[in-house]
């Protein structure tokens, strides 16, 4: 489940602009659209407590994300939420196993090597596990992402634009394992896209259409 209510967003040096209410019940699909600039990224980056709202408030599989302080923050993140980022930031100084062990140092838990390989396994990344993230295609990179944010069996899943850089069916298969991955972890799943064939793919899946922020200022 989330829900966000009245939420706005200040980066510096730049006017604040509000966001749409958002509301998605656990297990669901929720597809964030809109143009470019229109704060979809923003919105996610709110959702997984990446950035603070300057008012609003955003309850996320329970928790209200404000009302938890910096490290605390990091660390529910860690443990509750998979984060799919649009600059996937795998670390090119280790192996794809290793990109993945990252998840359970960032939640401060000891490296469960039977869950890693098990991942590893369901995502078709066993062959590639000891390769170094520019060793792989695109659409594994995004594999090995996915990878390290389900691996502490989060109940939410943020991607943000998955399916940006992949070719048809690449992007096919990428919007089948996610949506997969979300239904075995009964896992709440919102995707930020501007990609037509991600809408057609899941034509059941609940959509919010971000407006320009043009429009909505002056609304
Ligand atoms: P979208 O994901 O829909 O393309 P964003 O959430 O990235 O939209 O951007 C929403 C607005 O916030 C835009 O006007 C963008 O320029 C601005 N913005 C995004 N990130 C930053 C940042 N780090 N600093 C300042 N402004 C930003
Ligand atoms: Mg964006």
Same mark, same amino acid.
């Given at each position: ?11 510096p ?16 699909t ?20 990446l950035? $603070?709202?300057?008012?609003? +408030?955003?309850v996320?599989?329970?928790? #209200?994300?404000?009302?938890? =302080?910096? /490290?605390? *923050?990091? &660390? ?12 996937l930031?795998?670390s ?17 838990l ?11 396994? $369901?995502?078709?990344?066993? +062959? ?5 993230? #520019?060793?792989?295609?695109? =659409?594994? /990179?995004? *594999?090995? &992402? ?21 070719d ?46 043009? &429009?909505?200022?002056?609304?």
């Amino acid at each position: 489940m989330i829900e966000s209510r009245g939420l706005r967003c200040a980066y510096p040096g730049s006017d604040p602009f509000s966001l749409p209410d958002v509301d998605v019940a656990q297990g669901g699909t929720l597809l964030l659209r809109g143009p470019s600039g229109s704060g979809k990224s923003t919105w996610l980056a709110l959702a997984a407590g990446l950035l $603070t709202p300057s008012a609003g +408030e955003i309850v996320v599989a329970g928790q #209200s994300v404000g009302a938890l =302080g910096g /490290a605390a *923050r990091d &660390a529910w993140r860690a443990r509750h939420i998979g984060f799919l980022p649009q600059r996937l930031h795998l670390s090119e100084a280790l192996t794809v196993a290793d990109n993945l062990a990252l998840a359970f140092y960032a939640a401060g838990l000891p490296v469960d090597q039977a869950a890693l390989a098990r991942t590893l396994d $369901t995502l078709g990344l066993k +062959e590639l596990a000891r390769r170094r993230p #520019s060793q792989l295609s695109g =659409g594994q /990179a995004q *594999r090995a &992402a996915l990878a390290r944010a389900v691996l502490l069996r989060p109940k939410v899943i943020l991607a943000d634009e998955p399916t940006a850089s992949l070719d048809d069916d690449t992007c096919a298969n990428a919007l089948a394992l996610l949506r997969q991955t979300a239904d075995t972890l009964e896992a709440t799943l919102v995707m930020a896209t501007h990609d037509a064939r991600v809408c057609q793919a899941l034509p059941h899946a609940q959509a919010l259409v971000f407006e320009a922020l043009s &429009a909505r200022s002056a609304a």
